[in-house]
Every structure is written in structure tokens, then in C-alpha cells.
């Protein structure tokens, strides 16, 4: 089943449909606005493109409307575009289609690398010998030409098919600049050599000021061609990686599931099978230990069921007959047998995955600024050239002359420094981020930082540990606490319940080596019973404790109920026929949270507690960290939320006019991560959680989250510092290359020195503290 929603060629009249198209040939942001632009131009049509995700969702109605209809206006603009193949539904697990998408993924990619690694390869030592006039032996000028020439011409190819593309099409981006660019300082470096006097034996690079005090015809700007052309493709070759991985989201999600599963056939025999085989109807088993195959209703058997993988939330289920479960859910009791109510794409699994898919679709486009300004910057440097040329031709000057002081004008005007604004800033912002235990995916995930207002807390393994723990124990008088937990923690000990093994681990780090029980017996849904030490010792619910006429004594009853009040799970203790104690289990409370939510309020935040857990345990977590209490900007606690419903919070806290950022780690936390104008995902959490955020926090402490937020926000400040100073001098110096007092050779330096300024900016952010 696909998880894209398509229809066939034919919409009748009135009748409205969706498709989502993959788009071929993006290389900048203006790429996407512009196939965006000419879609909505179609009557009846409404479109959004991400550049980031490479897909165009496509709304439109008409009877004489089709998808290639769609498909046609797309490549008549100069792009490609198809109907992405399905995402599979069923099954789970990495299989061969997983492997081909990989592979394709990685072929994809492997042209631009070659391209790269040729264009590193070649322009170090063209640039070498133009900055270093002891490298700049006899004829070292035919050298340069000789490694400069399959840089501007194989490794720049991109941009020079992508200007060929956009002027097709009347329209400029940074490619059109680049190309133009690096061609003009080609072409006049091989125009010099071959007509002027930089081919002679012995020349060395002149250095004049004006054109009048030089013709240009011995000056050569190999170094430029090739150096611009490899910081631009290192560039694109590290955004094209990371947009590769737009998908992984959803193939976390579907690698949740359980590939195999065993049906019962009739006369109680047993057949594995496919999961992608299971029929509504079909009763399968579910062994502890084992995946639950897909959604349904329990007919047989009880146990308790971990839907960690997929809520976030730690308290497992007890499940018996009648109650319904969930696909990619764990079975850590007894054996069960499944009756399949839904599959393939109407799991809750796929619902999910589809609700990722959306919220990535409709995430706003990050316009990068370079871009915006390139559409109109580029046509007017070109503009500006020419008119350039043409003036000191009327004047008089010569074909030379006019000539140098049209190439210093695009020379100066090479998008050297725009290109390396973000790409150095970024380096230096995510390589300081890793040693501090946050990753950026790029640069579009800075701009959200700056704007974000709200932040909303996902409370299992983000607030808390995310594990089940012994937090207090309360004994009967008379009753030793060490003998308590021995006894108590030894019979746990035989148990695989997550309540069980929190007991046990509990008591193991208090007392030390446990006992081994003579006897044990597990009571699902109950608790445990046996024999250790010569006693019989009973573990679980008060209502296993009333099965045998032992009731809990006054201290005890308070204590328990005390415990469930604060949302924590009381469990009584008993042997010899008296309740000896009432232990307290809950997922407790990160160190660090209470310290964490104090530097978030301080970057002007507002915290606000999200979970499925009840009212009295969300109290409870937000109390311990500081969200409750009276203030502005103190916070609030939303609990009882369904997985599927944690996107509609987002969007509700959206449309009361927030910027919100999500802070999550499961599973069902992924679209609500991708929906958020900034998503957060703990690197503890699941891979669906980490893949749809924009920001992994590796060490899963909660602190990292304002280091991540302030970290992006000084990257991004960086950026913009970059940009601006790469435009600034574009402003004061072509003027001066039009009028003639700049040489190309003093264009190519000044050129060379906006990129010295943009890279020494960008790191200074190595110094970035954590606190």
C-alpha cells in the first residue's frame, strides 16, 4: 500500500484530487518558487513545492486536468517531475526495496562527489601558485591552465546547465552568477595567455590598481575560476546529502514492525508467514518477547504490553482478553493470541508515518537569502557589466580596456563569498554543536530558532529517564527495609515486567546481591508470588495482597494512596501473611530537567508539559521541574493526549499565533516533531523521532536543549553577518570596477579577501561555550 496519495489521469468535473509529485532539478530555493509559481497559474490548481523534501503537493480539480497535465507545466519550466514511488505499508523491516532506495540514494550523489573531489584535487595547487609567487616557476601559467580547465569545465558543468536551463527560461539564480563567473575569469585567463602577454616564460602576476596602469592582457584568474567552483559544489555536495535523507523518517517508522508473523490455521496449526500477508480476520500469535504484527483485539491470553517503541510512554499495558492492541507494540508477558482488525496503510503505525509525511510537506520553505537576492543581483551585475564594456568603448579607451574593466565588474561580483557565507558558518556552527552534543541538520533549521517562542516537552525520556524506577519505599513497623527488599527484589528479579525489573535493580543497587527464589509463579495482571528464604512472599497489586485476606494497614493504605496520587504506581508487599510494605514505581525525573527548564525561560521561552500520561502524573513531573506555579511565561501542562493527537496540539499553539519548538524522542512524538517550527529529538529516542527533527540532542540531556537553541541562534547570526558583508562590498566595489580603478587582478583580491572575512567570522563560533 502507498502511503502517497494519488489519483489516476482522470478528475471528473467538480471532482478535486491531490497528488504529490517528486521534482527533478531543484538547485536553489527561487528553484521552487518559481515551479510553485507557474503550477498556481493553472486554473484550478493549488501547489506547494519544498525544496527541502524535493516534492510538489498538488491539490486540483476540472474535468480536463490530469497528473500529466501537472506533470507537462513542471518540465515545460525546466525541471523534471514523476510520481514518487510507494512507500510500503506492510511488513516492516529492511528489505530489498529499503536497499534499492539506499543504493539510489548514493548513486544520486556520486556524479556531484566525482565532481567535487576533482575540483579539490585540481584547484589547490592552481590556487597555490597564483597566492604564492615563490610557486611561480617558468611557465607555471600553462600549469594552471592545464588543471584549471576540467574544473570550470567537468566539475562546474551543474551550474553552467543550470544558467543554460534558467536563461531558457528568462530567469537567474546563483547558478547563472557562478557560471557567468567563473567562465568570464576562464575565458579571459585563456584570451591573456594565448593573445596577450601572460603566456610569455617568466611572467609573474602584475599588481596594479586601475586599468588605465594596465590593459589586463597579462593577468591571469585561473585561482578564481577553480576556487570558486570547488567551495560551491563542497556546498551543494553536503546540502544534497542531507536533503537525501528527507525520507528516513518514514522508513524508521515502517522498520517498527514485525517482518514475520505466525497465524493459526484451522485445527489450531501454526504457520508463519509475511506480516505483508495478513488478512483482516486472520488470528496470529504473539509470544513474549515478539512484535505485535499489526493492530487488533486480543482473544486469548493476557499479558503486559510495551508501546514505548511507539507512545513514548513508559508504563506498560496489561492486556487480556477483548482489549485491543497495536502493531509494532512488544509483548514482554505471556502469550497471546491476535485477531487482525486493521492492516497495511489503516494501521496506526501508517497513520503515523502519513501524518510525518504531511508535516514535512507542509513545513514553510526556507528561502535562503542568497538566493532571493541573487535573482535580482544577477541580471544586474551582467547589466552592469555590459554597460560597462559599452561605455569605455564610446569613450574611447580601447577593446582591451573596456574589456578588463567589464571582467573586474563580474569578478568582484562572484559569488565567492555569498557561497561560502552559510556553508563555513554552518561547518564551524554543527562541528562546535557535535563537541557539545547537538546536530543541526542545516541551515534552514536556524531561522525557526530565532522566532521560536514556545516550547513543548514531551515528558517520557525527554523530562524524565523514560524508565521505570524504585523511587520510595515505605515499610510496616517492625518490618527491616533491607530484609524487605531482598525478599521482595528476589522474587521480582525472576520477573521480565518493566514494574518487576525496576523493583529488582532497585533493591540490587541498595542491598546488593539478591537471593534466588525457591518458587515463583507470575499472576498477570496482578503481580508475583514464591518462596524465598523459607517465606512466602507475594509482590503486585493490593488486590493480589486481598486475594489472600491480607489487607494493608493504616501507614500502608496512606502510603498508597499518597503514591497513586502523585501519579506513581503503589505496589504492596507481603509474606507470612502480613503486609510488610508499599514501594513506589514511576519514571523518575532527570537531574538536570529542574535547571533546563530555568535556562529555556531564560532565552525567553515558554515551557509547556505535553504527555499521555493522566493529570496527577503530569502534576506531578511539572511540579518537580518548575513548569506550574504563578508567572507569566511560567507554563502550563497538557496531558492525556493520544499519539496521533500530539500534532493537533502543535497546530493548535500555531494558530494562536506561537512559534512553537518541539522537544520530543518516541515514535509517536515524530510528526508532531516535523509539524513544529523547530523539532528537537533526544538521541536516546527512536530513530522516526531523530530523523523527522530538525535538531538531534546526542547526550539526552534536557540542558543541551538551550545550548542547541542558542548555539543555532548565534549560527544563524553569524550567517546573516556573513551575507550582509558579502553583499556590502559587492555595494562599494563594483562602482569602483565600473569606473575603471579597479584592475581585475585587484577585483580577484578584493574578491579573495570578502572570503578570508566570511570564513575568519565563522569561526569565531569555535569559541562558543556551552554555558
Not at 611561480?136 to 551543474?158: C, E, G, M, R
Not at 535573482?375 to 564594456?389: D, E, N, Q, S, Y
Not at 524504585?470 to 518490618?479: I, K, P, R, S
Not at 527488599?485 to 533493591?507: N, Q, V
Amino acid at each position: 500500500m502507498s502511503l502517497t496519495r494519488t489519483t489516476g489521469p482522470d478528475v471528473g468535473p467538480g471532482a478535486a484530487a491531490e497528488v504529490e509529485l517528486a521534482i527533478g532539478g531543484m538547485t536553489c530555493a527561487s528553484c521552487a518558487a518559481r515551479i510553485e509559481k507557474k503550477l498556481n497559474r493553472m486554473e484550478g490548481v493549488e501547489a506547494t513545492v519544498n525544496y527541502a523534501t524535493e516534492k510538489a503537493k498538488v491539490s486540483y480539480q476540472g474535468a480536463d486536468l490530469s497528473v500529466q497535465d501537472l506533470i507537462a507545466t513542471v518540465e515545460a519550466t525546466g525541471y523534471t517531475a514523476e510520481e514518487p514511488a510507494p512507500i510500503r505499508t506492510a511488513g516492516g523491516g529492511r528489505d530489498a526495496d529499503d536497499d534499492a532506495r539506499a543504493d539510489a540514494d548514493a548513486e544520486a550523489l556520486r556524479p556531484l562527489r566525482e565532481r567535487l573531489i576533482t575540483a579539490v584535487v585540481l584547484a589547490v595547487p592552481v590556487i597555490a601558485m597564483a597566492m604564492v609567487p615563490a610557486l611561480q616557476f617558468d611557465n607555471w601559467q600553462w600549469l594552471s591552465l592545464t588543471l584549471a580547465a576540467p574544473v570550470v569545465t567537468y566539475a562546474a558543468w551543474p551550474f553552467h546547465r543550470a544558467a543554460w536551463t534558467n536563461a531558457r527560461h528568462g530567469a537567474a539564480t546563483m547558478d547563472t552568477l557562478i557560471s557567468v563567473g567563473t567562465s568570464a575569469a576562464f575565458l579571459w585567463s585563456v584570451w591573456a595567455l594565448f593573445f596577450g602577454t601572460a603566456g610569455m616564460t617568466g611572467m609573474t602576476h602584475p599588481f596594479e590598481l586601475t586599468i588605465s596602469r594596465s590593459d589586463g592582457a597579462g593577468n591571469i584568474y585561473f585561482e578564481a575560476a577553480a576556487g570558486v567552483t570547488a567551495f560551491i559544489l563542497a556546498g551543494r555536495y553536503f546540502e544534497a546529502r542531507a536533503k537525501r535523507k528527507a525520507g528516513a523518517a518514514l522508513r524508521a517508522l515502517m522498520e517498527l514492525g514485525a517482518r514475520e508473523v505466525t497465524v493459526l490455521r484451522e485445527g489450531g496449526r501454526e504457520v508463519t508467514v509475511p506480516t505483508g500477508e495478513l488478512k483482516i480476520g486472520d488470528r496470529f500469535v504473539v509470544r513474549p518477547g515478539e512484535k505485535i504484527a499489526t493492530d487488533g483485539v486480543v482473544v486469548e491470553g493476557s499479558s503486559a504490553v510495551d508501546a514505548s517503541m511507539l507512545t513514548g510512554e513508559s508504563m506498560p499495558v496489561e492486556v487480556a482478553a477483548s482489549d485491543s492492541v497495536t502493531g509494532a507494540t512488544l509483548n514482554v508477558g505471556g502469550r497471546l493470541v491476535v485477531e487482525a482488525t486493521r492492516i497495511g496503510s489503516d494501521t496506526q503505525l501508517a497513520r503515523m508515518a502519513r501524518m510525518v509525511e504531511d508535516a514535512q510537506n507542509g513545513k514553510a520553505q526556507a528561502q535562503r537569502l542568497a538566493d532571493k537576492i541573487s535573482a535580482v543581483f544577477v541580471p544586474v551585475v551582467i547589466g552592469l557589466a555590459l554597460a560597462t564594456l559599452a561605455f569605455w568603448l564610446i569613450s574611447g579607451a580601447g577593446m582591451t580596456a573596456a574589456f578588463t574593466a567589464g571582467v573586474a565588474v563580474l569578478i568582484i561580483a562572484c559569488p565567492c563569498a555569498l557561497g561560502l557565507a552559510t556553508p563555513t558558518a554552518l561547518m564551524v556552527g554543527t562541528g562546535r554543536g557535535a563537541q557539545l552534543g547537538v546536530l543541526i541538520k542545516g541551515p534552514e533549521v536556524l531561522e525557526s530558532t530565532r522566532r521560536v517562542d514556545t516550547i513543548v516537552l514531551d515528558k517520557t525520556g525527554t523530562v524524565t529517564t523514560g524508565r521505570m524506577t524504585l523511587l520510595g519505599v515505605h515499610t510496616a513497623e517492625g518490618t527491616d527495609e533491607k530484609e524487605l527488599l531482598r525478599l521482595a527484589g528476589a522474587l521480582e528479579h525472576a520477573s521480565e515486567h518493566p514494574i518487576a525489573r525496576a523493583i529488582a535493580d532497585g533493591a540490587a543497587a541498595r542491598v546488593g546481591t539478591l537471593p534466588v527464589p525457591e518458587d515463583f509463579a507470575n499472576l498477570p495482571g496482578l503481580g508475583v508470588q514464591g518462596m524465598v528464604e523459607g517465606r512466602a512472599v507475594l509482590v503486585g497489586r493490593p488486590k493480589l495482597l486481598a486475594e489472600w485476606e491480607i489487607h494493608l494497614p493504616g501507614e500502608l493504605e496512606a502510603a498508597r494512596r499518597a503514591a497513586e496520587a502523585a501519579g506513581r504506581t503503589a505496589i504492596a508487599v507481603a509474606w507470612d501473611g502480613e503486609a510488610r510494605a508499599v514501594l513506589e514505581v514511576a519514571d523518575a525525573v532527570k537531574d538536570t530537567s529542574p535547571e533546563a527548564i530555568a535556562r529555556l525561560r531564560a532565552l525567553g521561552l515558554t515551557p509547556i508539559l505535553l504527555t499521555g500520561d493522566n493529570q496527577a502524573v503530569a502534576a506531578s513531573v511539572a511540579a518537580a521541574v518548575g513548569i506550574t506555579g504563578v508567572g507569566v511565561g511560567v507554563g502550563q501542562v497538557i496531558a492525556d493526549v493520544m499519539p496521533e493527537d500530539k500534532v493537533e496540539v502543535i497546530k493548535r499553539l500555531q494558530a494562536e499565533g506561537r512559534t512553537v519548538a518541539m522537544v520530543g524522542d518516541g515514535v509517536n512524538d515524530a510528526a508532531a516533531l516535523a509539524q513544529a517550527d523547530l523539532g528537537l529529538a533526544m538521541g536516546t529516542g527512536t530513530d522516526a523521532a531523530i530523523e523527522a527533527a530538525d535538531l538531534t540532542l546526542v547526550t539526552g540531556d534536557l540542558n543541551t536543549t538551550a545550548t542547541a537553541i542558542r548555539l543555532a541562534r548565534r549560527t544563524l547570526r553569524t550567517i546573516r553577518g556573513n551575507l550582509f558583508w558579502a553583499f556590502a562590498y559587492n555595494v562599494a566595489a563594483i562602482p569602483l570596477a565600473a569606473a575603471g580603478l579597479l584592475s581585475p587582478m585587484i577585483a580577484g583580491a578584493a574578491m579573495a579577501f570578502s572570503s578570508v572575512f566570511v570564513v575568519g567570522n565563522s569561526l569565531r563560533l569555535r569559541g562558543f561555550k556551552a554555558v
